[in-house]
């Protein structure tokens, strides 16, 4: 599943829900994670981030640019 925020843009991709978090895969091109400190480790969305459920897309209820400061680190 696709995570987009309310603009349309893509925030990154589904691996499993953990809690009351949304675990996103390694690999998801998250806009504001493109640093190379940031890349090759699993990012967590809030589920009370997400306004909708529409077929294989989660949208969220920020832009994916605001979406990306509300990502967590692991172990957080």
Do not use: C, W
């Amino acid at each position: 599943m696709q995570v987009v925020g309310a603009d349309g843009a893509h925030v990154g991709t589904v691996d499993r829900v953990e809690g009351d978090r949304i675990k996103l895969t390694k690999d998801s091109a998250s806009a504001g994670f493109e640093q190379q400190s940031h890349a090759g480790h699993h990012h967590y969305i809030a589920i009370g981030l997400v306004a909708d459920v529409e077929g294989d897309i989660v949208r969220l209820s920020a832009t994916g640019a605001n979406a990306v400061q509300f990502e967590e680190e692991p172990g957080r």
